[in-house]
């Protein structure tokens, strides 16, 4: 029986990361599976940082960045390339993660082949259309295409359930950055980064910031900024770490408004080893990244949302996330609670991470023998915190 040919696309840091344990965990059987890996780079130097971290060479490069590229640029580019490489390779199933525009196109470009798409990290909803632009449709009609849904939590399978996805194709496997982190964080971790090797992570009580979200732009990432100025210069124990995205939209006003501000960090993105060791040390998160919602609580991490809505609730659910907004009063309210409060921060950083635990790409892996014939008897899945 000839192994089981597998396209992995994806195009972006964060989908790397999450990628990165399922490939190598079908690559652990190469009589089960013939791994071919496709990137559209759809962002590149950020791509590249993990996939070097993780060792992962790609079978196809597509390299589709450009300047000041429109999301209608990035789709029509990376269906373009793909369908040279699904005609190649014929495979038997294309994985895609998430919902960025190459996770669509990928969904989309399959399609057209006729070649089944297996969902990594499906189910996720806000329910509105714009929140968060474009990942909410990308993951939406991603659902459609897809033939095998692995949805990281019950609470995903639900949203599936509800818009008529069959039972039977779902597969609740838990979150794949949770595997990555676990493959990443270690304990004594030495930072190569002279501005983190040189924090004071036991004397001070360091706030790390990733701020990227389309739909904070403009007047919402000023308020974000000057709240992170109000907290830098209200609070004398906090050392501030803003990774501050490349989009001009961001740095733009990062560097407008906390640039000399004491004790304010303005970095790079920074490797992905560098960037999970740092969350493990940091004292509290403010984010509006959807991923760090699951990997900062795994980490005992507590993390204060920059958002009005999620596809995540299980996090707030569970006590590890607190929403406030791109809101400069609620931001700072927030934070200084914490900084004062240490019952309040020890109910958030020890509540139990709804997310994984480590082995969704087993499960993975499990489900798609079993989709294939390969294995009689439908896997367990993950339960959720216990």
């Known amino acids: 029986m000839r192994p089981i040919r597998v396209v992995t696309i994806f195009g972006v840091r964060p989908e790397a990361i999450k990628m990165a344990p399922v490939i190598a965990c079908l690559r652990e059987n190469p009589g089960h599976f013939e791994v071919r890996v496709v990137v559209t780079a759809q962002h590149r130097e950020m791509l590249d940082q993990v996939l070097d971290h993780f060792s992962i060479s790609p079978d196809y490069d597509l390299d589709i960045m450009r300047p000041q590229q429109t999301l209608t640029e990035v789709t029509v580019r990376a269906l373009r390339g793909l369908r040279p490489v699904l005609v190649r390779e014929n495979p038997d199933l294309v994985l895609v993660h998430g919902d960025t525009a190459t996770t669509f196109a990928g969904s989309l470009a399959a399609f057209y082949r006729q070649v089944p798409v297996g969902h990594v990290e499906a189910g996720l909803r806000t329910r509105c259309k714009y929140a968060p632009f474009p990942e909410e449709m990308n993951r939406r009609l991603t659902g459609v295409l897809a033939d095998l849904h692995f949805a990281p939590t ?5 949203n599936l359930l509800a818009e008529g996805v069959q039972d039977r194709s779902i597969f609740v496997t838990g979150n794949t950055a949770i595997d990555a982190l676990h493959l990443t964080v270690k304990k004594g ?3 190569q ?22 739909e904070n732009f403009g007047r919402p990432m000023e308020e974000v900024c000057l709240a992170l100025r109000d907290i830098a210069s209200g609070h ?24 000399g501000c004491d004790r304010v960090h303005l970095v790079e993105p920074l490797p992905y080893p560098e ?82 635990d480590g082995r969704a790409a087993e499960r993975i892996r499990a489900a798609i023998l079993y989709h294939f014939g390969r294995h009689p008897q439908r896997p367990p899945e993950y339960k959720g915190a216990s």
Do not use: C
Not at 298 to 321: F, H, I, N, Y
């Open 154 to 158: 019950a609470t995903a399978r639900s």
């Open 193 to 214: 980064t002279p501005l983190l090797r040189g924090l004071d992570f036991g004397g001070r009580k360091v706030v790390v910031v990733d701020a990227h979200r389309r």
């Open 236 to 259: 004398p124990e906090v050392e501030l770490v803003f990774s501050v995205h490349k989009n001009p939209a961001v740095e733009e006003v990062a560097r407008r408004l906390l640039s």
């Open 275 to 356: 960037w999970a060791n740092l969350m493990k040390a940091a004292y509290l998160i403010i984010t509006d990244s959807g991923g760090l919602q699951e990997e900062a609580p795994s980490l005992g991490t507590p993390v204060l949302l920059l958002r009005d809505t999620t596809e995540r609730p299980e996090a707030l659910e569970a006590g590890t996330v607190v929403m406030v907004g791109p809101h400069r009063e609620r931001i700072v309210s927030a934070v200084g609670r914490l900084l004062r409060d240490p019952l309040a921060y020890e109910k958030m950083s020890r509540a139990v991470n709804p997310y994984g």
């Open 189 to 191: 971790y030495r930072f």
